[in-house]
């Protein structure tokens, strides 16, 4: 009876063993096979801007991928495709904030995009032109869209990377004044352009209008922004919005304006 049992174990074991060797070489066969397979076809899916528009264009993508890989992608096999390699080059591109790339079961090559979005256009001292992110992200412009962003020129230093923590930067002071125009609903609908003085003074004009409203730095900008609120509830609404030139807040506790 025990050698009968110890018989079966033994059976038992081989048959074990025996199916998870089968098992490994199903799924190395499969994966070999998908390694040799080639991809048929590549599928893209870029996420709208929150105005409904695009930055890049698929052909935009596919340019980046086979300029980084030397080849097209249909029609190679999938071993040779790093996905992951592929997210990386990607997300180096300047509109592209996050990238995922994978294989679906009929060998079509996936790419899922999502744009940055640009929140103000730089065009700097020197005549150069890009896009910020929200995160300080420098962009190039767009050869299929041109954002409908606030405009900031005049003395504005070259792009840095470390501008963001820079001290008397001009482009950090243009930056930080975006992100307050954009946080509050009534500076978004009267602001479209940023200019920097010579003097290094920041100025905000108007998309009604062409008054330069001076803010100077961006000390107390809380308190300059909460002074210009008020002057054109209380004092725009009565005299119109084209008797003054400029509407000066630099000063402490006041609004100083020079009529045309």
Known sequence: MAKKQLKDNMLGRILAYATVFLVAVIIVTTVQRKKSSRATDVVFEIEALHSGDFLLKAEDVLEIIERAFGHEIVGEPLGDLNMERMEHVLEDASFVLSADAYVDAEEVVHLDIKQREPIVRIIDRDG??????HTGIKMNLSDHFTARVIVATGNIPPYDPDFPTADNNNLRAVFELTEKILKDEFLENLVGQIHVSRKNELQMVPIVGDQRIVIGNTEE????????????????????????KTINLKFKNQVVCKKR
Do not use: C, P, V
């Open 221 to 244: 900008l809380d308190d300059k922004i909460f002074r210009l609120k008020t002057f054109y509830h209380e004092a725009m609404s009565r005299m119109g919005w084209n008797k003054y």
């Open 128 to 133: 150069q032109q890009y896009y910020l992110d």
